[in-house]
């Protein structure tokens, strides 16, 4: 069955546990199918592709979720290259190949209604996997699955002010122009700092996700500003980790001179703030593969869902508990 329907309503999660039980589904999680049957069910998987520490640990956990084990076949294309225009080419050969769902995470915010359009006509339910899309068109999508950009970022600019109760200057490190989640990040970061008194933004530049290409563009940033500079807000965990490159590079101290706040929360990150080169680190939780198979089975099964599924993840603002988290971090 490919008919479904979406609901409206946020649903936070715990951990991956849902209460998808309401919807009057008996499936168990870990079947395939809109019955728990035999029947394998098919998954195109429009990717991101190798990204970072975030996005290897999440396709991986989707990977497994959505194994033949499980009853899945699922047919993983990952973009070219970050090209959205080879996610387009992969969500419409999925069309045209017939699968019983898609699974998009999108390279760009924009530029989807013409497919999700196409598979809506073939009456194939699409799920968002982390990020979103603009407009923001629930007709068009089944559900969206991953962690709250902004709640995340405004975590981040309330521990800014309470670190820094007098002010500070600072600077921003971006993921690329055109995404939702750098969109999201910097809009509750801003929101946030909009009335903070005492602060100062200095410059906010696109440094790619990449650890060599922010410490070659907070290394510039330093030099114009004198190192005075008290604060950078990297919106990845490896741009951090190269902004406190940086920081060393020009003869001053990360978490001394120059405060550091990261989001992702991969193992790297944790040793950073262990090793103090980082001061904050807001998890991006990138393990809700599980939930992803329980929002399909009750899609498949002809189940309401929520348009809005809210993966719960957690801040470290001490190398203590830094340390406690690393034996058990996943990614």
């Not at 006509?121 to 068109?137: C, K, W």
Request: include cysteine; glycine fraction near 10%; charged fraction near 20%.
């Amino acid at each position: 069955m490919k008919s479904f329907r979406t609901g409206f309503a946020v649903l936070a999660i715990s951990g991956l546990t849902l209460g998808l039980a309401a919807c009057g589904s008996d499936d168990d999680s870990s079947a395939g199918g809109s019955g728990g049957g035999d029947d394998v069910v098919t998954v195109g998987f429009v990717a991101v592709g190798p990204e970072g520490g975030w996005r290897t640990a999440n396709e991986n956990n989707i990977k497994e979720a959505f194994s033949a084990e499980n009853g899945f076949d699922l047919k993983y294309s990952p973009a070219s290259d970050g090209s959205q225009n080879s996610q387009i080419t992969a969500f419409t050969s999925f069309i045209d190949e017939e699968v019983d769902v898609i699974l998009l995470s999108a390279t760009e915010a924009t530029g989807w209604e013409d497919v999700l359009f196409k598979a809506q006509e073939a009456e194939i339910p699409v799920v968002l996997l982390d990020r979103g899309i603009e407009p923001d068109n629930t007709d068009l999508y089944a559900a969206h699955i991953g962690p709250d950009n902004y709640s995340i970022s405004v975590s981040a600019a309330e521990w800014a002010q309470e670190t820094f109760p007098e002010g500070a200057s600072y600077v921003v490190l971006e993921g690329p122009a055109g995404l939702s989640v750098v969109n999201e990040r910097n809009k509750g970061w801003d929101d946030t700092m909009a009335d903070a008194t005492g602060f100062t933004k200095l410059e906010s530049q696109d440094a790619n996700w990449s650890t060599d290409q922010a410490k070659s563009v907070f290394e510039t940033m330093l030099k114009s500003h004198n190192n005075d500079v008290q604060l950078v807000f990297a919106q990845n965990d490896e741009m951090g980790l190269g902004a406190a490159q940086a920081v060393e590079a020009a003869g001053l101290t990360p978490g001394e001179d120059v405060k550091i706040i990261t989001i992702d929360g991969t193992k790297a990150a944790l040793q950073g703030l262990v090793d103090g080169q980082l001061s904050f680190v807001a998890e991006y939780n990138p393990l809700f593969g599980e939930t992803a198979v329980e929002v399909v089975n009750s899609l498949l099964a002809g189940e309401s869902v929520e348009s809005e599924y809210v993966i719960d993840s957690v801040t470290f603002d001490s190398p203590e508990a830094a340390e406690e988290a690393l034996p058990t971090r996943a990614y």
